[in-house]
């Protein structure tokens, strides 16, 4: 049981201090088709693992305070085949320089939330299946908001560390995604890569993915995300935008060493699949759009 405890609290301590990750995104110039089966990019193996269904409905202020501070909010609905859906409160840097770390703070005990008797994933399910945000549901998500300013959640937090008023958020855009997932690894059986004799990765084990464990000849590098995704505006009326988007986030440990492994890998991957280095979150961008379209 002590040992349990200290592993239970070893992780916790190893989890906050990895909430800060660094993270690059690409973008294609046209639409494509981003494989799905195993493959290679130079030395490297994407390996796809989860494929999964998200909704995500992202918040603003009318004075735009947490867009000019860099931070997104958003309620996310995650489906993965035929498990049960997981939902969180995610608050994370959305406007970054390429290759920055981002912060991300979360918390996903949700089911128990309510506002006014009406639970918080039962509204994230109503919007998710009506692909729209209706005048109630943006009322009751922000009395949430208002209510839970200052607890103590780790979102809540960091919101009035910055001084910023979660009384003031509310609903503006929400996006349906399709994301696949890939381990980004070294496999050491394949003779031609110059990687094979990378040191081993110094991350925690209690980090790695279990898959890792039954291939010992496997590095773990980075972790990836293809999203197709399709935002809405509030009312869910008119055109949605569609953003296709690949995310790679940093695992090697030392840091210093996955750094210069992802610049690597972006030298052969922006060619290869003809991507533009991303400077702006999809929700910034989708943000922007509809803004625009506003008479």
Known sequence: MVRLIILLGLS??????????????????????????????????????????????????KNERLSLAGLGLRLRKVQKGKLEPQYVLQLK????LPGSPRIEEE?????QQKIEGVSIIS??????????????????????????????LAPFQEL??????????????FGLSNRQRYHILVDRKEKISELIMLNDSEKNPLLVPAI????????????????????????GLGQPLLIQE????????????GTKLMNQLEAQLIPKFNFSLGRESKFIRAHKHFKEQVP
């Open 123 to 152: 509204i994230i399910d109503r919007i998710s299946e009506n692909k729209k945000i209706t005048e109630l549901d943006a009322r009751l998500l922000n009395a949430w908001m208002e209510r839970k300013a200052g607890s103590s």
């Open 93 to 96: 840097t959305e406007m970054e």
């Open 12 to 61: 916790l301590l190893i989890s906050a201090k990895n909430r800060i990750e660094e993270q690059r995104k690409y973008s294609p110039t046209t639409s494509t088709d981003f494989p799905r089966e195993r493959f290679l990019v130079g030395n490297f193996r994407f390996h796809p693992h989860d494929l999964y269904y998200a909704t995500d409905i992202y918040f603003a202020d």
């Open 212 to 235: 890792f464990s039954s291939n010992s000849q496997w590095i773990w590098l980075m972790e990836a995300s293809w999203d197709e995704s399709r935002f809405y505006n509030q009312s």
């Open 107 to 111: 918390d996903r005990d949700l089911v």
């Open 246 to 257: 690949l995310e790679i986030e940093n695992k090697y440990r030392p840091r210093e060493m």
């Open 160 to 173: 009035r560390r910055r001084k910023i008023s979660a009384k003031e958020l509310f609903p503006v855009v």
